[in-house]
């Protein structure tokens, strides 16, 4: 049976959200560093009754980092390989201590919520760090923010998915001020001209309102379906109009130089074209290593080899291609197809599932032009999809 009995919070409880918020805007601000990461792993581990159960999260995380480990066997260089596959090790036994604490808490919304805080906080201290004048002056010639306390990339994919969150809030739950942010994120998004932020902000935005209107959708009623039709032109020529400002003229430059390059018609962009090639490089070399790949985190050997370059190849699946092969590329990504093919199940039950599977599609998207397998983020927001799943299977046990 289904409880609607509320669940208790301890002040136990809420200073250990108040650490998992500390922990997010620590990490976006100082980075991915050990001793943040131990630091705050230790202080759950503390205050929590924390007692280790193996569920799917930790199973499907540990799988892919044990492949990542054995790719050291044929890697092309293997210093490479260990020092990716530590890192991901590392990340995953503290998110490993989060998720005990967590998986606890029946109300995902309570660390979406969190999400949410600590996002805004990076955006005022981007404000703060970048001055406002700044940040204006740069939108309106046309410039980018250069890189600084963090990868630009990252602030505006967070501020990305910090109003995809608030939008979920005030369609779902309750419209409430906080609204008022989208402007000053909007100005971050087009200040970091970051075409993967605005993909991610549309997509989001979309998905939502359409899953909203699918689940309201009653016998042959073809209101939901024209409500999402005046929906996409609103929207369609609400880009339009932003495209022609001085705030988001550099992304729409930036947007059209990325359209060109995948459809071979317009100017391509330095930065589009460059992606390009580092993924035709992915391929060839996938070609040759197909099945097990060159090692995780060997791309920028093949690289550098062929271009100079040592970099990576800005494609989370031209480079799991490359560096793990088809092995690699399922090991991954089977993580996301189970998430997705579970969380459908729940979509029309539960508002907190359309959040859940419009994130993950976002993801998927989003990883044609950035490599995630790596981050820390990565495996935090896997956390939260995991977690989330734990909770649907006990709020509706009669789904299978």
């Not at 998905?207 to 369609?236: C, E, H, T, W």
């Not at 399922?330 to 599932?353: G, H, P, Q, T, V």
Request: hydrophobic share 50%; proline share 2%.
């Amino acid at each position: 049976m289904r409880s609607n009995t509320p669940q208790k919070y301890t002040s136990t409880d809420k200073f250990l959200w108040f650490v998992t918020f500390a922990f997010l805007v620590s990490v976006n601000i100082f980075g991915e560093k050990p001793v943040v990461l131990a630091g705050f792993s230790i202080l759950i581990l503390l205050f929590s009754n924390f007692k280790l159960t193996i569920n799917k999260y930790h199973l499907f995380t540990l799988q892919f980092c044990l492949f990542c480990y054995a790719t050291l066997f044929w890697a092309m260089n293997g210093y490479y390989t260990i020092r990716i596959s530590k890192t991901i090790f590392f990340s995953l036994m503290c998110l490993f201590i989060f998720y005990e604490y967590w998986k606890n808490i029946r109300d995902i919304n309570i660390l979406l919520k969190i999400i949410m805080w600590a996002g805004f906080v990076i955006v005022a201290y981007t404000y703060f760090y970048y001055g406002v004048e700044d940040i204006i002056s740069t939108e309106e010639d046309g410039a980018r923010m250069k890189n600084a306390f963090n990868n630009v990339n990252t602030i505006a994919m967070l501020t990305a998915i910090v109003l995809m969150i608030n939008y979920y809030f005030f369609i779902f739950v309750k419209k409430d001020w906080t609204i008022v942010i989208w402007l000053p994120c909007l100005f971050i998004i087009g200040a970091t001209q970051s075409r993967k932020a605005f993909v991610m902000l549309v997509l989001g935005i979309f998905f939502l309102y359409y899953f909203k209107q699918r689940r309201n959708v009653k016998g042959d009623s073809f209101m939901p379906a024209m409500k999402i039709a005046a929906f996409s032109i609103i929207g369609i020529f609400t880009l339009i109009i932003l495209s022609q400002t001085s705030m988001f003229s550099g992304l729409a430059d930036r947007m059209n130089g990325m359209i060109a390059s995948i459809t071979g018609e317009g100017h391509e962009d330095a930065s589009s074209y460059l992606r390009r090639i580092y993924r035709e490089a992915a391929w060839r070399q996938f070609q040759k290593t197909p099945f097990l790949g060159c090692g995780i985190n060997n791309s920028m050997l093949f690289l550098h080899e062929e271009y100079g370059k040592t970099t990576y190849t800005h494609c989370n699946y031209a480079e799991l291609a490359a560096c793990g092969g088809i092995v690699g590329l399922i090991s991954y990504y089977s993580m996301y197809l189970y998430l997705l093919f579970k969380e459908f199940k729940y979509i029309r039950l539960d508002s907190s599932a359309v959040l859940v599977v419009t994130w993950i599609l976002i993801r998927l998207v989003t990883d044609w032009g950035t490599v995630s397998y790596y981050s820390l983020t990565t495996y935090f927001y896997l956390m939260v999809f995991f977690m989330h799943l734990d909770n649907m299977k006990r709020k509706y046990p009669q789904i299978r």
